[in-house]
């Protein structure tokens, strides 16, 4: 097992195998999935013993899935915190009892918890820079004018406070970019849908759709149908993750961009925790780099999606 060192992070010891816990936060999409095979493969290719939960959309049950991990001894935790505050309790208690926690992919309020003193590190993307990125392309793409829907991710989570405030702020510096409404589509394709269907009610004038995720961008796709509108040309939508549906919606001419977010996090996780266990200080966040999809290269990359 793990043991404590004082007010710092556990220390890990050199041995065979790791008894890994990893929690997911929901299997709803193909992101989700694609994350937890990519641990699951880790998983065999580092010699881990895994002990895998999936919360079903549940920040109570992933809270319950962190604590059930502790009782049985893992000796580590990789946790995607399905929202910013709720799992906190959780990540103190695992610290408190020696296993060190690893944030894969969302990360938790950093008001209150530390990297390096709470948990060990951050792995993953930089949320604000994908929502700024999508902005920008906007802004050049639309000549600085459009009156925009924005899908927002699960309320409370890293990933839709980051990607709302970093595509929000760039928007604000232009005037001719207006945001005509906000709303919550819990990365689902079918409440994007119909968030999407109310919303194009009381804002027939939109010309753009921004989504949080590309689960919600397609259900965007699937309203816009149902009113008679045309995706991709009457309403221009740009996304972020990269999945296989979105990259097909690029090449079918109905989405303009996807913002990659990538759910790869298997290998990062047994390279991170091999530096962890030689001694290494691991850098408060582990940056994943992300690239941008559209008609340019949206077909090269297609048999690489999920
Ligand atoms: O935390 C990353 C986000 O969570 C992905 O964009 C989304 O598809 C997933 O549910």
Redesign the pocket.
Known sequence: FSSMVSAGLPVLEQKERYKVGFAQ??SN?P??IAETKSFKEAALSCNWDLVYTDAAGSAAKQVSDVDSMIAQQVDVIFL?PREERPLLPAVMRAKSQGIPVFLV??SVDAKVAQAGRDYVSFLGSNFIEQGQLAAQWLIENTGGQAKIIELE??TG???ANDRRKGFDDEIAKHAGMTILASQSGD?ARDKGRKVTETLLQSHPDVNVIYA????MAIGAIQALEASGRKAGTDVLIVS??GTRDALQAIIDGKMALTVE?S?FFGPLACATLKRYVGGETIEPWVRVSDRIFTIDNAAKHIDEAY
């Open positions: 936060s929901e999409n992101w989700r995607p992919d969302r991710g699960t989570s890293s990933p990365f949080h995720n590309d689960e972020i993750d977010s759910p």
